[in-house]
């Protein structure tokens, strides 16, 4: 699906964001079409969070604009941007008294007014967010005695809750099990939002992004399908790693590629054994 309007969704228009002197996203445009999934990819410290961060507008760009439905951020405001617009970190904190139920309800705090009680619309917003992300044995069970994984499957959960257009991710798979990576990636790319989502795992963003933004030192260096942009070449350039690419139903699957260590030759010191 793509979006009718030039202006349309959140969008990310030549950013850049300088912290000490030192510009840490560099003139990053990136137009999300309406639904779709983009993949962030990069090395560590290129940048990913940032540009998350900035298109969340939780950090002011030094240069560029981000814009929603054609608005800068900063005139849209938070309450109504955060009707739209939900984001999950890679670190979430949140009060240890509070229930799963009670953390994913916090997603439908932008849709409520000061005072009023919680509406059936939001109950259901709320159970159905629990569902989606298999939490509804946990709903009852404290916050802080959620394992890892659970932990990052209800702040998944919270921002479903909250119902919005736009979903910013960063890293959202880090703690979660094979089946869970899957599920949840599998869950992502088949919501009606469009999605931009930080990512280590090249072959689980191959598999599931529309589309990649790759970053390194802040810039773009490729944007393109999967396909287009996970050569063995990018792959080598940007993180310095050999690999075999292949395709599977018209997507990359990677292979990395380390060389065999050298055999001592005769007469070699080699190493001590670990004693
Ligand atoms: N508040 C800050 N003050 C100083 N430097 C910062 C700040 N925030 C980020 N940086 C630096 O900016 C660079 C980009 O950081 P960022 O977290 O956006 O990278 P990333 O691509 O998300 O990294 P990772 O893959 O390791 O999570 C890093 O070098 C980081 O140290």
């Known amino acids: 699906m793509t979006d009718?309007?030039?202006?349309?969704g959140l969008r990310a228009d030549r950013v850049a964001r300088r912290t000490d002197g030192r510009l840490i996203v560099d003139g990053v445009t990136l137009f999300p079409r309406t639904g779709e999934t983009v993949g962030l990819l990069g090395p560590n410290?290129?940048?990913?969070?940032?540009?998350?961060?900035?298109l969340a507008g939780v950090l002011a760009p030094s240069a560029g604009v981000v814009t929603l439905d054609g608005r800068p951020l900063p005139e849209v405001g938070r309450r109504a941007a955060a009707r739209r617009v939900a984001t999950v970190?890679?670190?979430a904190h949140t009060q240890?008294?509070?229930?799963v139920r009670d953390v994913v309800a916090l997603g439908r705090v932008p849709h409520r007014r000061l005072w009023v009680p919680a509406?059936?619309?939001d109950a259901r917003a709320v159970t159905a967010a629990l569902e989606r992300t298999g939490l509804t044995d946990r709903a009852a069970q404290s916050w802080h005695t959620l394992s890892g994984g659970e932990r990052q499957r209800a702040?998944?959960?919270?921002?479903?809750?909250?119902?919005?257009?736009?979903?910013?991710?960063?890293?959202?798979t880090n703690h979660l099990d094979i089946q869970h990576q899957l599920d949840l990636l599998d869950l992502i790319a088949s919501l009606p939002v469009t999605t931009v989502v930080a990512l280590h795992d090249l072959n689980l963003a191959a598999m599931?992004?529309?589309?990649?933004?790759?970053?390194?030192e802040g810039r773009t260096v490729a944007e393109g399908s999967p396909s287009d942009v996970l050569t063995p070449a990018l792959i080598e350039d940007v993180y310095g790693v050999r690999a075999e690419v292949t395709h599977e139903r018209d997507r990359p699957v990677i292979r990395f590629l380390r060389r065999a260590p050298r055999p001592a030759s005769p007469g070699e010191d080699r190493p001590s054994p670990v004693p």
């Open 4 to 8: 009718s309007r030039p202006d349309g």
């Open 45 to 54: 410290g290129s940048g990913k969070s940032t540009l998350l961060r900035l």
């Open 89 to 91: 970190g890679q670190h």
């Open 96 to 99: 240890t008294e509070l229930t």
């Open 119 to 121: 509406s059936d619309a």
């Open 155 to 172: 702040q998944i959960a919270r921002a479903l809750a909250q119902e919005p257009r736009e979903l910013l991710l960063d890293e959202p």
């Open 208 to 216: 599931y992004c529309d589309r990649l933004l790759v970053l390194r």
